[in-house]
Nanobody, 124 residues
């Protein structure tokens, strides 16, 4: 089972990027798919998640209105559209998958699978 994140890069403040996470090895249709990020010298933090069965979405306060998470179950993939990027969004972004949505889903401790990360750098 593998999650492959891609789409990171260097962008100027105010720009946009779209991250993709392709899953392989099993079907993630009913899984919660999430994005986390970790900036240099900081702890990993929750960014956004989308549930499998009802497609409810959840966002960290600092990305609400700027980022949108979506999924394409036919492609076994999840996406993160990032608009109005800020220098403080600079981080390695990881996708993750979990079978259930729970209170601890915001903390990343229960996820079954993790991607390798993709670096997003936002210049000022």
């Amino acid at each position: 089972v593998q999650l492959q994140a891609s789409g990171g890069g260097l962008v100027q403040a105010g720009g946009s990027l779209r991250l993709s996470c392709a899953a392989s090895g099993r079907t993630f249709t009913n899984y919660v798919m999430a994005w986390f990020r970790q900036a240099a010298g900081k702890e990993r933090e929750f960014v956004a998640a989308i549930r499998g069965s009802v497609w409810s979405t959840y966002y960290a306060d600092f990305v609400k209105g700027r980022f949108t998470i979506s999924r394409d179950n036919a492609k076994n993939a999840v996406y993160l559209q990032m608009n109005s990027l800020k220098p403080e969004d600079t981080a390695v972004y990881y996708c993750a998958a979990d079978r259930y949505w729970r209170g601890s889903s915001y903390y990343g401790t229960e996820y079954d699978y993790w991607g390798q990360g993709t670096l997003v750098t936002v210049s000022s």
